[in-house]
């Protein structure tokens, strides 16, 4: 606790400081401009797509990937108190308008915004409290206590989210948040000291045109593959656009760092092949991960769970990602066994998890089953983030860490999650529309177990008093109903199943990758690189 280097005032005890910088990061790691966990009710009180709701979610990571490189120009500019205070203050606005805003243009530019914001007061926790964490500076120890605590708040956001939503109102987690950023900003007024630093502008040296091209690259790619499937890809002219804008933006934006007297970001990084495999083994994680949307369809559709039950699946999640960080530091600690067995274990947990939800996703299956499966998603995704945190900067210039982690969160956190999303959304519709035209080729009246149901249905209609024509409808309707939970659920298992064959063949093929003993890598100057 002696290394600390924490700005309290001369009668705050040191552990009281540490207190405080937890007080700061707890509705950090909640806060959103978006909580997934209240996309239903949100829908339904205002009339929008779940699309919008999806869109502002992510638009948080990528505002927060683009903050990331000028985080350090600010700090040198203004004290810890100064920063966090007018961070916190700022949160609370934007948590505001989300909460009272109806138009969700506005709610997904202030999400933006509070991204951008959540780099300074995480970076700012880092900084100050990672030798409370590895007092000798190894990234491995370090990774292994903050990722836990940053995705376990992520999951927890979603579970609250989820019962205020449903006891009270979708706006009463951002009620929630706001009071606990104004203890976050009482606990900092209280036992900071204050300071004062020689005025300067923080952003004359920042190429701002390069913030603006690369945010507007990426809040397209957001939107077209978060709206592709609505608006039916390129028969949208706005689409068809945005796919043109997109490379060309991408093109500005690499000719820009080269030209530029002080680039925004170095591109270094993605020309080194532990950085590459590095970013690709986080994104495929993030790919399998995205399989999360086949369990909510499954629970919504076939075994019918409630929003609240739904929701606090994730739950699960929180073991393997402690035992998985746990498995990663003694690895990196004891340095016995090589590293590529350590990633395909990762990759096994995630063949585990897909392993059992292929054959345990049945029409009469259950929600406990999902328990054990969840456990491992969160094991194998929690050692594939570590052991590559570890990997992608063990030969980085250290001049090239803040680029390596603009990249990293870019990949990881924005892009990866939204193009699994909308890959495994249009993949389980088209599977649904192929097994409904296959499954309906053999529902006729000659079928006798189709005349059975469709006679129950008709029966049950007419004792309840309609009309024979309305009887007929309400039996169709409800054959059909059954049509489109089958070809639902057979289409999960298809989806699941080549799923299941791509991880598995990874896992395998990683454990024969030279990827060599990967050694300790120190903490670099003030661990500013490891959001």
């Known amino acids: 606790m002696t290394q600390l280097d924490l700005p309290t005032r001369p009668w705050v005890p040191q552990w009281l400081g540490i207190v405080t910088m937890f007080v700061v990061l707890f509705p950090i790691i909640l806060l959103n401009g978006t909580y997934t966990g209240s996309m239903v009710e949100v829908s339904n009180t205002l009339g929008v797509l779940s699309e919008d709701i999806t869109m502002a979610y992510y638009s948080a990571s990528v505002g927060m990937a683009v ?3 000028i985080v350090p120009q600010i700090r040198a500019a ?3 108190k100064t920063l966090l205070l007018t961070d916190l203050t700022l949160q609370i606005f934007f948590s505001y308008i989300c909460a009272h805003s109806s138009n969700m243009d506005i709610v997904i530019v202030c999400s ?5 914001l959540k780099a300074f007061v995480m970076l700012e926790f880092i900084i100050r409290i990672r030798p409370f964490f590895s007092p000798k500076n190894v990234r491995s120890e370090f990774y292994a206590y903050f990722y836990p605590i940053v995705f376990s708040g992520g999951q927890l956001s979603m579970v609250i989210t989820a019962q205020l939503a449903y006891h009270y109102q979708w706006q009463h987690m951002y009620y929630f948040v706001i009071i606990l950023l104004l203890i976050a900003i009482v606990f900092v007024l209280s036992f900071f000291r204050y300071a004062q630093r020689p005025v300067q502008n923080p952003f004359k040296e920042t190429d701002g045109k390069s913030i603006l091209i690369i945010a507007t690259a990426l809040l397209l790619t957001l939107y077209t593959f978060t709206y592709g499937k609505t608006l039916d890809w390129f028969s949208s002219p706005r689409l068809s656009v945005y796919f043109i804008l997109i490379p060309l933006l991408g093109a500005l934006f690499i000719h820009r760092q080269y030209t530029h007297s002080k680039p925004y970001v170095s591109l270094k990084p993605l020309f080194s092949h532990k950085a590459i495999i590095g970013y690709a083994f986080m994104a495929l994680a993030m790919f399998l991960t995205g399989t999360s949307s086949l369990v909510t369809n499954y629970m919504n559709n076939i075994l019918k769970v409630d929003s609240i039950h739904a929701n606090s699946l994730s739950l699960w999640l929180l073991p393997g990602f402690i035992i998985g960080a746990v498995i990663c530091f003694w690895w990196f600690r004891w340095q016995r066994w090589r590293f590529r067995f350590l990633i395909s274990g990762g990759m096994f947990c995630y063949v585990a998890y897909l392993s059992i939800l292929y ?18 998603r969160g094991m194998g995704m929690m050692i594939i983030f570590i052991a590559f945190g570890v990997f ?3 030969d980085l210039d250290p001049r090239l860490m803040l680029s390596n982690a603009f990249f990293l969160i870019t990949f990881r956190s924005a892009l990866a999650p939204v193009l699994s999303s909308s890959f495994f959304s249009n993949m389980i ?3 649904q529309m192929q097994k409904i035209d296959l499954l309906s080729r053999n529902i ?13 249905a008709l029966g049950s209609a007419l004792t309840q008093g309609h009309e024979i024509n309305e009887a007929n409808q309400i039996a169709t309707a409800n054959l059909y109903a059954t049509l489109q939970q089958q070809a639902l659920l057979s289409g999960l298992k298809t989806l699941i199943g080549y799923v299941l064959i791509l991880a598995l063949i990874v896992a395998v093929v990683s454990a024969f990758i030279p990827f060599h003993k990967t050694l300790k890598v120190a903490v670099v100057k003030t661990g500013d690189d490891m959001v």
Request: glycine residues 6%; aromatic residues 24%.
């Open 67 to 69: 903050a990331y490189p």
């Open 359 to 376: 054959f345990g996703i049945t029409p009469y299956g259950t929600y406990e089953m999902l328990y054990v499966p969840m456990f491992f």
């Open 78 to 80: 203004i004290t810890t």
């Open 112 to 116: 933006f915004f509070v991204g951008f």
């Open 444 to 456: 006729t009246m000659t079928d006798p177990i189709t005349a059975q149901r469709y006679s129950q």
């Open 392 to 394: 992608v900067v063990e």
């Open 429 to 431: 519709y088209r599977l």
